[in-house]
């Protein structure tokens, strides 16, 4: 019989197994499969592969798979109608009259599918479409049997508590960033109070810098919804200004620019010993695990306000940072990079605390790396089908992130360190470059030119 393929980490077939039921490929048509694995398939049908009847119930890999991708064809409200039309109109859930026997064995299956979608795509439901369809179908199923009522109910309670939950941390980063610009201007205002005090004020131990960049790291990673990867990529309409995804992929993901600079702020005094710190808190991260906060150290570390010194990096041991340089090395695809990440995978997997299992990726080149699938690939087959082979890497390259944003942080909390590096004001390159020049003077005329046109700004 034919299978889908399996995803090692979140998504685990070993509670659906498809044998237990009759296949449905067989009896509709616009299936292609190869090797025994779905290839791939008209959208018509893919849709109906998705729906659950009787004697049937989709894989769970299948189910991520095309609720993922399936917004590059069809806008998931588009999709929700489509499957609520399939389940009313094929099981007869519309009907008065219709087999109780056959709804209870139904209803269960189309519920579980409902609580699938709703745990792992919520961000979907905050398009009203969606939940009207959702009301729609959930109050048929609900309307004959009082334990589907309460299941209903403990879903809609569990996809409600989601979405508050992140209208409540979006409305947290407004106030933080509106935070941060407040001290900015208060640093212009005041340019000679610049820097008052720095990070090492607040702690000298890099270990535990290192763990509150792991804290925002793991926090923000897990308000990331899987189709945020994904929606990117759709040709949008743009007067059509529905809000659909969370935007946490687009806007608020721990940036590498955004780190850097805000690190780089502490280097006008004792910027040897600052430098040094930070490579050390760089290592740390690389032990933990958290390769995006390590990359934005080295990027920092690299920005050419911070290179150019040359007077402070002569007082900078450097070995460390060559080691962690070497191992975030851009050269053959990142092929460093990529072995460390494997190794750390391969320790989550069999983690024995909660600490081995995190695993922070270096979000720029995962990014990167879901582009180049999407543009190296077609999305649809010369006879119309879609290329369900392309989508099944994705979803398991999505699907390796969704095990690791759902690792909770193992490290105490300090709100002191997690409110700086939270809040500090973000410099502009601009002001990077008037800080270095005045740590160390400009050394030929393009710097001497450039240094007295931001002065004079």
């Not at 979608?117 to 959930?138: A, C, G, I, V």
Request: proline fraction near 5%.
């Amino acid at each position: 019989m034919p299978q889908t393929p399996p995803f090692s980490g979140q998504l685990n077939t070993s509670s659906y197994n498809k044998n237990l039921y009759q296949s449905k490929e067989e009896g509709y048509p616009g299936l292609y499969y190869h090797d025994n694995n779905l290839a791939s398939g008209s959208l018509e049908a893919l849709i109906h592969h998705l729906v659950p009847t009787v004697d049937y119930y989709p894989d769970r890999t299948y189910i991520f798979t095309f609720l993922l991708s399936s917004r590059l064809f069809i806008h998931p409200y588009e999709l929700m109608s489509r499957v609520c039309h399939l389940c009313m109109e094929q099981q007869r859930l519309g009907d008065p009259q219709a087999d109780k026997m056959r709804v209870r064995k139904i209803a269960p299956k189309i519920l579980q599918l409902l609580t699938e979608w709703t745990e792992t795509f919520p961000y979907d439901f905050r398009d009203e479409r969606m939940m009207r369809s959702l009301k729609e179908l959930t109050h048929r199923l609900a309307s004959g049997d009082e334990v589907y009522r309460k299941a209903v109910g403990q879903m809609s309670q569990g996809l409600i508590r989601r979405l508050t939950v992140l209208s409540q941390y979006e409305e947290a980063l407004v106030k933080i960033n509106a935070t941060a610009a407040e001290r900015l201007t208060a640093l212009k205002a005041k340019p000679q109070a610049a820097i008052q005090r720095d990070l090492l004020s607040i702690c000298n131990d890099p270990f535990t810098v290192a763990q509150q960049l792991t804290h925002i790291e793991l926090e923000r990673l897990s308000y990331i919804g899987p189709e945020e990867f994904v929606q990117a990529f759709v040709q949008k309409d743009p007067l059509d200004n529905d809000k659909v995804t969370s935007g946490c992929c687009s806007k608020n993901t721990p940036a590498d620019k955004t780190h850097m600079r805000r690190l780089m702020q502490l280097f006008k005094k004792h910027r040897a010993r600052v430098m040094e710190f930070f490579i050390d808190v760089a290592r740390e991260c690389f032990n933990i695990g958290n390769f995006n906060s390590l990359m934005a150290i080295i990027s920092g570390m690299n920005m050419s306000p911070v290179s150019r010194l040359k007077k402070t990096w002569s007082k900078v041991k450097t070995a460390k940072f060559d080691i962690l340089e070497h191992q975030m090395d851009p050269s053959s695809n990142f092929y460093n990079y990529r072995t460390a990440l494997r190794g750390a995978t391969q320790r989550s997997i069999t983690a024995n605390s909660s600490r081995e299992k995190i695993v922070i990726p270096f979000f720029s080149l995962l990014i990167k790396d879901i582009y180049f699938l999407n543009e190296g690939c077609v999305n649809r087959l010369q006879n119309g089908h879609i290329n369900f082979e392309k989508f099944w890497e994705l979803a398991k390259q999505v699907s390796e992130f969704m095990t690791w944003k759902k690792v909770e942080c193992p490290f105490e909390k300090d709100r002191k360190i997690l409110q700086y590096l939270l809040t500090a004001p973000v410099f502009t390159e601009d002001a990077l470059y008037l800080a270095s020049y005045e740590s160390e003077g400009p050394e030929n005329n393009m710097e001497k030119d450039r240094w007295k046109s931001l002065r004079c700004v």
